[in-house]
């Protein structure tokens, strides 16, 4: 039988099946829980609990210390109820969230395609539409796996049952090797999502700065696609980092979409080039845009998609450049290799 879970400040009240997990209740049910890595780790999904009893789950001690439980807090992504329960959690408003139900969806691959030496392009047909923002990130599941992988969507919303994932390899990962040499065109796969609020910041229409490294473009090119399908005017300048030309990845597409939309400035950046005929940037990204908007970043909204010591490069620039952090927006998901 169900219970009631009751989420306070907001008042929303969720049903939770038996062994469900009340991050999945309310996710499934459209209604926002902070969360990251989905497996009691990271501790972003810590509740406070006001009335009933949880079973704690696998909730690491890392991420829900002994006093905490004692305090009645609990992790959202690992805890369990048996009777109602009412929870209180830190949700920031976020008015350009929309409630969209996490479910899951069937698919098959339709295509794969290497876009760099180092990163899997795959499409999958859904067997049925998946909504989502773009930016959001889904969850793969991957046969051998018990714990999916977390990877964002590369298309538009608007591409109907086709969904675009692109997936970077990680030598020394389980499961990014695993997909590179074992998933082939014909494969029937489940997806979960969609999950995460990394998405355009539209209430605030401000000029925007992407930053993307490696595999890191997949939620900027959805941004960037919808942006533009659907008729934004605000400026929007693409930093897209790669260490040189070979693992550039839709290099002519964001050329000719510059073509296309006068608002639009795509800044591909080498940061190993040994080519003499690139004529393009060379460097780092944080530097480029640095030099490009002479240190000033206000009035803009930065969102960065990329390796952590690209991003840490990126903010440091930015804030120094006097953009605060409410105006930088970073991708927050953890999933194993
Ligand atoms: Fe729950 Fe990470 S500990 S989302």
């Known amino acids: 039988m169900a219970c009631k879970l009751e989420i306070e400040p907001t008042g929303d009240i969720v049903d939770v099946q038996e062994n469900q997990t009340l991050l999945d209740a309310a996710l499934r049910q459209g209604v926002y829980l902070p969360h990251a890595c989905n497996h009691g780790l990271c501790g972003t999904c810590k509740v406070e609990i006001l009335e009933g009893e949880v079973d704690y789950g696998a909730a690491s001690s890392f991420a829900l210390m002994d006093a905490e439980r004692e305090d009645g807090y609990c992790l959202a992504c690992t805890a369990t109820v048996e009777e109602d329960v009412v929870i209180e959690a830190d949700i920031d408003v976020d008015v350009d969230a929309r409630s969209i139900p996490v479910k899951d969806v069937w698919g098959t691959v339709i ?16 067997d049925e539409e998946l909504d989502f923002q773009a930016g959001q990130y889904i969850n793969y599941h991957v046969p051998g796996f018990e714990e999916p992988r977390a990877f964002s969507l590369a298309n538009e919303p608007s591409s109907g049952k086709v969904i675009e994932l692109n997936i970077g390899i990680i030598p020394d ?6 997909i590179h040499q074992n998933v082939k065109v014909g494969d029937r796969r489940k997806i979960t999502g969609p999950f995460g609020r990394f998405f355009v910041k539209k209430s605030a229409n401000k000029p925007m700065i992407f930053f993307a490294g490696g595999s890191g473009l997949s939620s900027p090119k959805s941004m960037i696609l919808d942006e533009l399908e659907n008729g934004c005017t605000q400026d929007i300048t693409l930093f897209h980092g790669a260490r040189n030309e070979e693992e550039l990845y839709y290099a002519d597409m964001f ?21 003499s005929s690139w004529k393009g940037e060379v460097g780092f990204t944080n530097d480029v845009a640095k030099k490009m908007y002479e240190g000033k970043f206000d009035g803009n909204k930065a969102y960065l998609c990329g390796p952590p010591m690209m991003s840490d490069a990126c903010i ?14 970073t991708e927050k998901f953890f999933s194993k290799a």
């Open 111 to 126: 295509k794969r395609e290497m876009l760099t030496p180092r990163i899997l392009g795959l499409w999958l047909e859904l």
């Open 173 to 178: 990962g389980e499961a990014t090797p695993w």
């Open 316 to 329: 440091k620039v930015l804030m120094q450049g006097r953009l605060f952090e409410k105006d930088i927006h």
């Open 255 to 275: 050329r000719d979409l510059e073509k296309k939309h006068k608002n639009f400035r795509y800044i591909p950046v080498l940061s190993d080039n040994k080519d």
